[in-house]
């Protein structure tokens, strides 16, 4: 598969990368735990179907020593036994964040109090902002049809220095 069009080769769209990279930064320096941020950034790209950010957060997971037993379930989280209770209620969160054309009420006050029971304010406001740039992210990859396969841990992080 050839991407529509390189983000990396145009002026205007790496300057908008590296600022959006900078963003996932801060969502790294968060008190969230790093294995949930990518179990979680893994369950919205399934969702969206961006297999370079599937690629990626897998790898990334990978890295940061989480199994690949939870991340081959993470599809299934549900019916998986693999999982906490917190990490139940921020993927929950991911999904309803991520398909709100699918329900006019969004996130269900249901999961907001499981998330809440769960997580304290800066963790939630991460949780918030991850799910949100994850979402951008898969669109941007989505749309210019950015491939899957070759993204390499740290490779993100490479792009801000």
């Not at 006050?109 to 740039?133: C, F, K, Q």
Request: with cysteine; aromatic share 6%.
């Amino acid at each position: 598969m050839e991407p529509r069009f390189n983000l990396f080769d145009n002026e205007f769209a790496l300057k908008f990368g590296k600022r959006f990279a900078g963003a996932s930064l801060l969502v790294e320096q968060s008190p969230l735990p790093k294995t949930t941020r990518e179990l979680v950034s893994l369950r919205v790209s399934q969702i969206n179907g961006c297999g370079f950010c599937v690629d990626m957060h897998t790898k990334e997971a990978m890295a940061a020593g989480e199994s690949a037993a939870r991340l081959n379930l993470v599809a299934a989280w549900r019916e998986a036994v693999v999982f906490t209770e917190a990490e139940r209620a921020a993927l929950a969160l991911a999904e309803e964040g991520t398909r709100l054309a699918d329900a006019h009420t969004g996130v269900s006050d249901e999961t907001w109090a499981r998330v809440r029971e769960h997580y304290g304010d800066d963790e939630v406001a991460t949780l918030l902002s991850l799910i949100a740039l994850t979402n951008a992210a898969n669109r941007l990859n989505v749309i210019v049809r950015n491939p899957a396969g070759s993204y390499e841990p740290g490779m993100l992080a490479a792009m801000i220095d």
